[in-house]
């Protein structure tokens, strides 16, 4: 099983990068699926997370209002539009996995598998 994050790269502030999650080896169509976020000397922090369905969608406070979730269960895959970046946003973007689904989870919850993480870096 692997998870592989894409997209990321270097942008100016107020700038926008789409990332992608890309599943492999099993189905995660049933699977909560969720981006974490982890700048330098910090902790991994929850960015957002979508269930299922879009009936399920939550989003860490700071990102509300710039960043989309979005997944294409028939492809496995999950995506992150985000739109007028900020330097905080600079971090290595991961993505996971859950059987549940959570508002605002921490690391340590029950995620199964993880991406290697793709670096976002947004300059001032």
């Known amino acids: 099983v692997q998870l592989q994050a894409s997209g990321g790269g270097l942008v100016q502030a107020g700038g926008s990068l789409r990332l992608s999650c890309a599943a492999s080896g099993r189905n995660f169509s049933n699977y909560g699926m969720y981006w974490f976020r982890q700048a330098p000397g910090k902790e991994r922090e929850f960015v957002a997370g979508?269930?299922?369905?879009?009936?399920?969608?939550f989003y860490a406070d700071s990102v509300k209002g710039r960043f989309t979730i979005s997944r294409d269960r028939a492809k496995n895959t999950m995506y992150l539009q985000m739109n007028s970046l900020k330097p905080e946003d600079t971090a290595v973007y991961y993505c996971?996995?859950?059987?549940?689904?959570?508002?605002?989870?921490?690391?340590?919850?029950?995620?199964?598998?993880w991406g290697r993480g793709t670096l976002v870096t947004v300059s001032s």
């Open positions: 996971t996995v859950s059987r549940n689904v959570y508002s605002s989870p921490k690391e340590s919850y029950d995620f199964e598998y």
């Open positions: 979508i269930g299922r369905t879009t009936s399920f969608i």
